[in-house]
């Protein structure tokens, strides 16, 4: 816990950066922050929503949020999470969204969303969110969860809903590696919700490192 909230400290540190070295980014618009209420947020983490809220949400046809991609269009067009919005940070301070409204902000990491939050935090808007880990945590959590091969009866629930979540996103569970397949596990039941249409990634194996 100590270590995420060290991390995210370090993001919002990174920001504030961004704008000391810039200056003020957006001509016209007047950004304040209150640092006092950063650090009360940060370390009560109520800053962020997991990638397993917003899976069951999307699921569960909950449409009471706005979900922000703040990367660039290119990225966006190659995959996004299913009812996100493009808003990249270029045209995030001029992006029609309302100052009550549920915004949830990701990118890959965290670095981008965490400047896309401080920005509309700055502006007013109470109700904003970063997605815990990004699009990278979302790969790998919902979209290519690792199933163990050995499962105890008492795990058995878990990892079928890992499987049928990763399914109904159009995901592929994934193995451990040096494991014996498990036998098929009935998916627990998932209500049908309407999503744009896309393209899911390809998991890329990472290249092993060779020591010396």
Known sequence: MKDNINLKLAIMALALGVLAIFGQPYSGNT????????AVIVDNAIDHVT?????DWIIQGKRDFRLLDVRDDSQFQEYHIPLAECAPLSILP???IDRNEKIILYSDGGIHAAQ???LLKAKGYRHTYMLLGGLDEWKDTILFPVIPANISPEEEAKYAKLKAVSKFFGGSPQTGEGTVETPEMAPTPMPQVEMPSQTTPVRKKKARKEGC
């Open 51 to 55: 990638v397993e809220d917003l899976a």
């Open 116 to 118: 896309a939050w401080m």
């Open 94 to 96: 001029d992006y029609p």
């Open 31 to 38: 950004v304040v922050l209150n640092t006092k209420e950063l």
